[in-house]
T-cell receptor, first 115, second 114 residues
Protein backbone atom coordinates (compact mmCIF):
# COMPACT_ATOMS: atom_id res chain seq x y z
CA UNK A 1 0.00 0.00 0.00
CA UNK A 2 1.12 3.52 -0.66
CA UNK A 3 1.45 6.27 1.95
CA UNK A 4 2.95 9.70 2.48
CA UNK A 5 4.45 11.28 5.57
CA UNK A 6 4.57 15.03 5.97
CA UNK A 7 7.42 15.71 8.31
CA UNK A 8 6.20 19.04 9.70
CA UNK A 9 2.70 19.79 10.91
CA UNK A 10 3.42 23.51 11.02
CA UNK A 11 5.96 25.73 9.23
CA UNK A 12 6.39 29.45 9.79
CA UNK A 13 8.38 31.70 7.44
CA UNK A 14 8.80 35.39 6.91
CA UNK A 15 7.45 36.99 3.78
CA UNK A 16 10.11 36.98 1.07
CA UNK A 17 12.05 34.03 2.49
CA UNK A 18 12.18 30.51 0.99
CA UNK A 19 9.57 27.87 1.74
CA UNK A 20 10.35 24.17 2.24
CA UNK A 21 7.57 21.69 3.02
CA UNK A 22 8.83 18.13 3.41
CA UNK A 23 7.18 14.93 2.26
CA UNK A 24 8.37 11.32 2.16
CA UNK A 25 6.45 8.65 0.34
CA UNK A 26 6.15 4.89 0.43
CA UNK A 27 5.04 2.98 -2.63
CA UNK A 28 5.70 -0.41 -4.14
CA UNK A 29 5.76 0.98 -7.65
CA UNK A 30 6.63 4.26 -9.34
CA UNK A 31 4.08 6.54 -7.78
CA UNK A 32 2.14 9.52 -8.99
CA UNK A 33 2.64 12.30 -6.46
CA UNK A 34 0.82 15.57 -5.94
CA UNK A 35 0.77 18.63 -3.77
CA UNK A 36 -2.60 20.19 -3.03
CA UNK A 37 -3.27 23.45 -1.16
CA UNK A 38 -6.32 24.21 0.96
CA UNK A 39 -7.11 27.80 1.86
CA UNK A 40 -9.59 28.41 4.68
CA UNK A 41 -13.17 27.77 3.59
CA UNK A 42 -12.07 26.93 0.06
CA UNK A 43 -11.74 23.71 -1.88
CA UNK A 44 -8.52 21.80 -2.39
CA UNK A 45 -6.49 23.12 -5.31
CA UNK A 46 -3.83 21.19 -7.21
CA UNK A 47 -0.42 22.86 -7.02
CA UNK A 48 1.56 20.35 -9.04
CA UNK A 49 1.73 16.74 -10.15
CA UNK A 50 4.54 14.23 -10.76
CA UNK A 51 3.89 11.31 -13.07
CA UNK A 52 7.38 9.89 -13.91
CA UNK A 53 8.37 12.45 -16.50
CA UNK A 54 10.78 15.18 -15.35
CA UNK A 55 11.85 14.80 -11.73
CA UNK A 56 11.61 18.56 -11.12
CA UNK A 57 8.00 19.59 -11.38
CA UNK A 58 6.89 23.20 -11.64
CA UNK A 59 3.48 24.17 -10.37
CA UNK A 60 1.32 27.21 -9.97
CA UNK A 61 2.16 30.33 -7.96
CA UNK A 62 5.92 29.74 -8.15
CA UNK A 63 5.93 26.40 -6.32
CA UNK A 64 7.99 23.44 -7.45
CA UNK A 65 8.82 19.99 -6.15
CA UNK A 66 11.59 17.51 -6.85
CA UNK A 67 11.03 13.76 -6.97
CA UNK A 68 14.02 11.96 -5.42
CA UNK A 69 13.64 8.21 -5.67
CA UNK A 70 16.81 7.45 -3.69
CA UNK A 71 15.44 9.47 -0.75
CA UNK A 72 11.75 8.60 -1.35
CA UNK A 73 11.06 12.30 -1.03
CA UNK A 74 8.91 14.86 -2.81
CA UNK A 75 9.57 18.14 -1.03
CA UNK A 76 7.71 21.33 -2.01
CA UNK A 77 9.66 24.57 -2.35
CA UNK A 78 9.17 28.19 -3.26
CA UNK A 79 11.97 30.75 -3.46
CA UNK A 80 10.08 33.61 -1.86
CA UNK A 81 6.99 33.33 0.33
CA UNK A 82 4.03 35.65 -0.07
CA UNK A 83 1.36 36.38 2.50
CA UNK A 84 -1.22 34.74 0.23
CA UNK A 85 0.67 31.43 0.51
CA UNK A 86 -0.58 30.94 4.07
CA UNK A 87 -2.69 27.79 3.91
CA UNK A 88 -2.72 24.03 4.56
CA UNK A 89 -0.63 21.95 2.17
CA UNK A 90 -1.14 18.26 1.51
CA UNK A 91 1.26 15.81 -0.05
CA UNK A 92 -0.68 13.13 -1.90
CA UNK A 93 0.10 9.80 -3.57
CA UNK A 94 -2.21 7.95 -5.90
CA UNK A 95 -2.75 4.25 -5.90
CA UNK A 96 -1.27 1.92 -8.44
CA UNK A 97 -2.79 -0.37 -10.98
CA UNK A 98 -6.40 -1.04 -10.03
CA UNK A 99 -6.41 1.52 -7.25
CA UNK A 100 -4.95 4.41 -9.22
CA UNK A 101 -8.15 6.35 -8.61
CA UNK A 102 -7.60 6.46 -4.87
CA UNK A 103 -5.67 9.43 -3.54
CA UNK A 104 -3.91 8.98 -0.19
CA UNK A 105 -3.31 12.27 1.61
CA UNK A 106 -0.73 13.15 4.21
CA UNK A 107 -1.81 14.78 7.44
CA UNK A 108 -1.02 18.24 6.12
CA UNK A 109 1.42 21.07 6.85
CA UNK A 110 0.08 24.43 7.91
CA UNK A 111 2.17 27.22 6.41
CA UNK A 112 2.21 30.51 8.27
CA UNK A 113 3.72 33.57 6.59
CA UNK A 114 4.65 36.51 8.77
CA UNK A 115 5.62 40.07 7.91
CA UNK B 1 -16.41 27.26 -16.23
CA UNK B 2 -18.23 26.03 -13.13
CA UNK B 3 -16.33 23.86 -10.72
CA UNK B 4 -17.52 21.03 -8.51
CA UNK B 5 -20.38 22.15 -6.31
CA UNK B 6 -21.68 20.55 -3.13
CA UNK B 7 -24.86 21.09 -1.20
CA UNK B 8 -25.55 21.87 1.53
CA UNK B 9 -22.40 23.67 2.64
CA UNK B 10 -23.29 22.90 6.25
CA UNK B 11 -25.53 20.25 7.75
CA UNK B 12 -26.36 19.83 11.41
CA UNK B 13 -28.29 16.74 12.42
CA UNK B 14 -29.03 14.67 15.47
CA UNK B 15 -27.59 11.29 16.28
CA UNK B 16 -29.58 8.54 14.61
CA UNK B 17 -30.95 10.66 11.78
CA UNK B 18 -30.52 10.09 8.03
CA UNK B 19 -28.66 12.61 5.86
CA UNK B 20 -28.02 13.08 2.17
CA UNK B 21 -25.13 15.08 0.75
CA UNK B 22 -25.13 16.13 -2.90
CA UNK B 23 -22.32 16.62 -5.38
CA UNK B 24 -22.50 18.22 -8.83
CA UNK B 25 -19.32 17.41 -10.76
CA UNK B 26 -17.76 19.46 -13.51
CA UNK B 27 -19.78 19.03 -16.68
CA UNK B 28 -18.44 16.22 -18.84
CA UNK B 29 -16.40 14.59 -16.08
CA UNK B 30 -17.10 10.87 -16.01
CA UNK B 31 -15.24 10.05 -12.79
CA UNK B 32 -16.48 11.17 -9.37
CA UNK B 33 -14.96 10.65 -5.95
CA UNK B 34 -16.01 11.11 -2.32
CA UNK B 35 -13.57 11.79 0.50
CA UNK B 36 -14.01 12.52 4.20
CA UNK B 37 -11.84 14.98 6.11
CA UNK B 38 -11.90 14.85 9.89
CA UNK B 39 -10.63 17.76 11.94
CA UNK B 40 -6.87 18.12 11.70
CA UNK B 41 -6.50 15.28 9.22
CA UNK B 42 -6.03 14.88 5.50
CA UNK B 43 -8.95 13.71 3.38
CA UNK B 44 -9.62 9.97 3.32
CA UNK B 45 -10.98 8.17 0.26
CA UNK B 46 -14.51 6.80 0.48
CA UNK B 47 -15.75 5.79 -2.97
CA UNK B 48 -15.06 6.26 -6.69
CA UNK B 49 -17.61 6.22 -9.52
CA UNK B 50 -16.86 5.69 -13.17
CA UNK B 51 -20.05 6.70 -14.91
CA UNK B 52 -23.02 5.30 -13.01
CA UNK B 53 -21.21 2.46 -11.30
CA UNK B 54 -19.15 2.39 -8.14
CA UNK B 55 -15.73 1.22 -9.33
CA UNK B 56 -14.15 1.23 -5.87
CA UNK B 57 -16.08 1.54 -2.60
CA UNK B 58 -13.34 0.17 -0.38
CA UNK B 59 -13.18 3.35 1.70
CA UNK B 60 -16.77 3.31 2.93
CA UNK B 61 -16.43 2.73 6.69
CA UNK B 62 -19.50 0.56 7.17
CA UNK B 63 -22.90 -0.27 5.71
CA UNK B 64 -24.47 2.92 7.07
CA UNK B 65 -22.75 4.73 4.22
CA UNK B 66 -24.02 4.46 0.67
CA UNK B 67 -23.58 6.53 -2.47
CA UNK B 68 -25.35 6.64 -5.81
CA UNK B 69 -24.85 8.27 -9.18
CA UNK B 70 -27.89 7.13 -11.18
CA UNK B 71 -27.38 9.18 -14.34
CA UNK B 72 -23.61 9.41 -14.32
CA UNK B 73 -23.56 13.04 -13.26
CA UNK B 74 -24.87 14.17 -9.86
CA UNK B 75 -24.00 11.95 -6.92
CA UNK B 76 -25.58 11.63 -3.48
CA UNK B 77 -23.80 10.31 -0.41
CA UNK B 78 -26.27 8.85 2.06
CA UNK B 79 -25.59 8.20 5.72
CA UNK B 80 -28.07 6.24 7.82
CA UNK B 81 -28.34 6.28 11.61
CA UNK B 82 -25.73 9.00 11.92
CA UNK B 83 -23.25 8.86 14.78
CA UNK B 84 -21.23 11.65 16.38
CA UNK B 85 -18.10 10.13 14.85
CA UNK B 86 -19.50 10.84 11.39
CA UNK B 87 -18.95 14.56 11.96
CA UNK B 88 -16.46 15.73 9.32
CA UNK B 89 -16.17 17.62 6.07
CA UNK B 90 -17.27 15.49 3.16
CA UNK B 91 -15.45 16.36 -0.06
CA UNK B 92 -16.42 15.51 -3.59
CA UNK B 93 -14.05 15.55 -6.56
CA UNK B 94 -14.38 14.83 -10.26
CA UNK B 95 -11.98 14.08 -13.07
CA UNK B 96 -12.35 14.05 -16.82
CA UNK B 97 -12.04 10.36 -17.42
CA UNK B 98 -10.48 7.94 -15.08
CA UNK B 99 -7.65 7.11 -12.76
CA UNK B 100 -4.62 9.29 -13.26
CA UNK B 101 -6.56 12.35 -14.41
CA UNK B 102 -6.38 15.38 -12.13
CA UNK B 103 -9.10 15.40 -9.49
CA UNK B 104 -10.86 18.73 -8.97
CA UNK B 105 -12.39 19.20 -5.54
CA UNK B 106 -15.54 20.92 -4.38
CA UNK B 107 -15.72 23.13 -1.27
CA UNK B 108 -17.15 20.32 0.84
CA UNK B 109 -20.13 19.78 3.13
CA UNK B 110 -19.46 20.20 6.82
CA UNK B 111 -21.56 17.60 8.68
CA UNK B 112 -22.10 17.98 12.39
CA UNK B 113 -23.87 15.22 14.29
CA UNK B 114 -25.10 16.32 17.72
Amino acid sequence: AQSVTQLDSHVSVSEGTPVLLRCNYSSSYSPSLFWYVQHPNKGLQLLLKYTSAATLVKGINGFEAEFKKSETSFHLTKPSAHMSDAAEYFCVVSGTWGTASKLTFGTGTRLQVTL
Amino acid sequence: GAGVSQTPSNKVTEKGKYVELRCDPISGHTALYWYRQSLGQGPEFLIYFQGTGAADDSGLPNDRFFAVRPEGSVSTLKIQRTERGDSAVYLCASSLRTAGDTQYFGPGTRLTVL
